[in-house]
């Protein structure tokens, strides 16, 4: 489960392993504490060649904000920006941009003539491939960050037409009447789109394939056997449940999130986890996989016996907390705690 299902807090807590309460990043837009020490980090004092590529937002307003001064342990962080859900990157002799522009000259998400160099995700895989195949004489730790799928639902050819929007179907949950929800599952007036939605399918489709490019990169340079590859989010998005859209709150769609590992020889192939985990405890999980230890505070869990064995340890308690804070504006937020059959929300 993301900790907290709204970009900026979610990311936090997956890199620091500690609680939005801590990290100064409690909603959107608000910048990450400078002493938090995230997972790349620790693996940099270790010896790693770090570097990032995409979508940060843990350092405040900026948009898009390339090459944030804070690196917080990620030392190539020159495809690294801040904001902003751009569908066309470039670079040129000042470093990359945004390549889509609005009559005002300013960045914009337009994704107009944008292929399989330009567009963000394709952008992303090459930075992120440019990087694991470099030659080197230490470990490496790279992040690629990849905005899609999210708002606004647009992507290159062929994936905008590659899904026919006639088979998807309004979710039952935005169908519902008369039950007693509470008010973050409460219908919404349902605004389903079943285009919108096969635009949806097109961006995951263009993600998995680049995805896809990179293992094939890491397999072609004889590393793929010896490379710890995670896949995750930082939050999901409702889909039309309970007519609405986006996140932010304690649903499923909103909340629940993708996390796939390979790590060959600690990791066996094929287990499932069932327990209820967060992006808090990525850092402590990641950590511990690799025997690195750090004495910086952190309250998520180590959970790397539980992936080795596939068995959770006699103490651990299956309970996730996640959070939304609310904004600066005065928003109400919530806690819920969440387990493998139960989820309580306040």
């Not at 896809?212 to 397999?219: D, Q």
Request: hydrophobic share 35%; aromatic share 10%.
């Amino acid at each position: 489960y993301a900790t907290s299902p709204v970009c900026t807090p979610s990311r936090a807590a997956l890199m620091t392993g500690r609680y939005p309460q801590n990290t100064g990043s409690i909603s959107n837009d608000l910048p990450m504490l400078d002493e938090m020490e995230t997972f790349a980090t620790v693996l940099a004092r270790e010896g790693y060649d770090t570097g990032y590529a995409g979508k940060w937002h843990l350092d405040g307003p900026a948009k898009p904000g390339w090459a944030p001064a804070r690196k917080f342990g990620f030392e190539d962080n020159r495809y690294q920006f801040n904001r902003g859900h751009w569908k066309k990157l470039g670079e040129d002799e000042n470093g990359p941009k945004v390549a889509a522009v609005n009559a005002k000259g300013q960045p914009s998400y337009d994704v107009a003539g944008a292929d399989e160099t330009s567009f963000t995700t394709d952008f992303l895989a090459d930075r992120a491939i440019e990087f694991v195949t470099r030659k080197r004489d230490r470990p490496f730790c790279f992040m690629v960050s990849i905005p899609d799928p999210h708002g606004p639902n647009t992507v290159r050819a062929p994936y905008d037409t590659m899904f026919d929007p006639a088979p998807f179907r309004q979710p039952g949950s935005a169908l519902a009447t008369g039950q007693k929800l509470p008010s973050f599952a409460q219908v919404l007036q349902d605004r389903f789109n079943s285009r919108q939605m096969a635009l949806y399918f097109g961006m995951v489709k263009c993600v998995d394939d680049n995805v896809g490019r990179l293992l094939a990169a890491l397999r072609e340079t004889g590393q793929l056997d010896r490379t710890i590859v995670l896949f995750t989010s930082d939050h999901g998005d409702m889909c039309g449940e309970h007519g609405r859209y986006n996140k932010g709150i304690p649903c499923e769609g909103s909340a629940r999130i993708p996390f796939v590992i390979a790590a060959p020889g600690l990791i066996p192939p094929g287990m499932v986890i069932e327990e209820a985990l967060g992006t808090v405890d990525f850092k402590p999980t990641l950590l511990g996989l690799l025997g690195i230890g750090t004495e910086a505070k952190m309250e998520g869990r180590d959970a790397s016996e539980l992936f080795r064995k596939g068995e959770a340890p006699a103490d651990w308690v299956d309970r996730a907390y996640l959070r939304i804070g609310g904004t600066g504006k005065g928003a109400s937020g919530w806690v819920a705690a969440f387990t493998k059959r139960h989820k309580l929300v306040l």
